[in-house]
């Protein structure tokens, strides 16, 4: 009982080590000389969502406090932001049972299988070098944006998210 009590404290830690946010960057670039940003545009019939009002919103106070200003042209940075769609499946039911006492045996099947199709979204925000046309940092997201969730929560997420993401930009080389 020790031993899986131990065990169990190892496996909790590990999941509470988990990243939420992978960031990659290139390291040759110096990032210092980055003092400008503008959002990527859109086609003019496509309208910003909700939520990617909520994610521009976040990344531009976030690298507000790293000292670089939003502009409409001629940016050195290009900032592009996208939700990708993944999805899980979760299956449930078919079990089975068996048991054994003195000359008896029992055996128990069950199914009906359920499938469920679980869908969310992970935030990946980068960061164009305007003159190279290059990427030069990205990150994303390993926590899950569910449709589940209210407009108040969906926000606390993003914001929390965009927050992990520019934790360490500029990054260190």
């Not at 406090?65 to 050195?76: E, I, P, Q, R, S």
Request: glycine fraction near 6%; proline fraction near 2%; include cysteine.
């Amino acid at each position: 009982m020790t031993k899986l009590l131990i065990i169990l404290f190892f496996i909790l830690i590990n999941i509470g080590c988990t990243k939420d946010v992978v960031t990659d960057f290139n390291s040759a670039v110096n990032y210092s000389s980055y003092k400008t940003y503008e959002f990527a545009t859109f086609s003019t019939t496509q309208a910003t969502t909700l939520d990617g009002k909520r994610i521009e919103d976040a990344i531009a106070t976030q690298l507000y406090t790293k000292g670089l200003n939003g502009v409409n042209d001629n940016a050195d940075l290009l900032v592009r932001h996208s939700i990708v769609e993944q999805s899980d499946f979760q299956t449930y039911g078919t079990s089975f049972g068996f048991g054994y006492r003195h000359r008896s045996v029992g055996v128990a099947y069950s199914t009906p299988t359920q499938i469920r199709e679980y869908r969310y979204g992970k935030i990946i925000v980068e960061l164009i070098d305007t003159e190279t046309n290059s990427v030069v940092w990205r990150s994303t997201s390993q926590r899950r944006l569910t449709e589940t969730m209210t407009p108040s929560s969906r926000k606390t997420f993003i914001d929390t998210q965009i927050n992990e993401m520019f934790k360490e930009y500029p990054p260190q080389k």
